[in-house]
């Protein structure tokens, strides 16, 4: 299903109500007066005005901003392993789609507006209604809207906390099945497959130390080694 968004408002009489902001890394941002909510923040995101780079996240009313450039080894490698395995999995599969990053997920009755480093929907969750494709009102855009099977997120250096801490909040209040989180950035590998239960996200663990992922119905397991010239090189096998 598609649905459009409007045009930008105009800002009401009185000015707007003041906006928590929290600026994770990078330079800064101007954000115009009249993004005061959810609502607003979105018609931001496909306007001219909106920044072509970094990361800008609406998460529960706040407004998160990380500018920084993306580090090549510690981010953009893990994450681009993780999307090729994922993505050829969805692929062969064909049980759903693989989305890779940039691509802004909307759930609004948790006032979320994202990108997460990945995600992954089935066609079920499209034929139920669940996720939706949404189009800005000059055709120039698209968010997905709803809650979708998985979502990825790869810490980095200017975004522990917000990768960290409030994903796993947010995330689970969209209902989103599986939160992906991985960190690379130390001696010691992070990667979790988080299922969504009633006390929130929690791992299922096979007894060799593989992750277990029910939207994928395989198991993963997380490895780094070292390429020709000694630089870290991802390897995310499945069975």
Avoid at 181 to 191: A, I, K, N, T, W
Wanted: proline share 8%; charged share 25%.
């Amino acid at each position: 299903m598609n649905t459009t968004l409007p045009p930008p408002a105009v800002p009401a009489a009185g000015g707007p109500p003041r906006l928590k902001s929290v600026v994770t890394g990078g330079e800064a941002v101007g954000v115009p007066g009249w993004v005061v909510d959810l609502e607003s923040f979105r018609r931001w995101t496909v306007s001219a005005e909106f920044p072509s780079h970094g990361r800008i996240d609406w998460l529960d009313g706040d407004l998160w901003v990380d500018m920084s450039r993306e580090e090549f080894f510690g981010h953009n490698q893990v994450q681009t392993e993780i999307t090729v395995v994922l993505g050829m999995l969805a692929r062969t599969a064909n049980t759903g789609r693989f989305v890779a990053d940039r691509m802004r997920l909307v759930h609004p009755p948790t006032r979320l507006s994202c990108e997460p480093d990945a995600a992954y929907f089935s066609w079920e969750a499209v034929r139920t209604g669940r996720v939706s494709y949404v189009r800005a009102a000059n055709e120039s855009a698209m968010e997905l809207l709803g809650t979708p099977d998985m979502v990825l997120e790869v810490v980095s250096p200017s975004s522990v906390r917000k990768d960290t801490i409030e994903p796993p909040v947010n995330y689970a209040a969209a209902q989103v099945p599986e939160f992906w989180l991985v960190d690379v950035r130390g001696e010691q590998l992070r990667f979790d497959v988080l299922i969504l239960g009633e006390g929130g996200y929690a791992q299922d663990l096979t007894a060799d130390g593989w992750s277990r992922s029910r939207v994928f119905g395989r198991e993963f397991l997380l490895r780094c080694d070292k390429d020709p010239f000694g630089q870290p090189k991802f390897a995310l096998a499945d069975r």
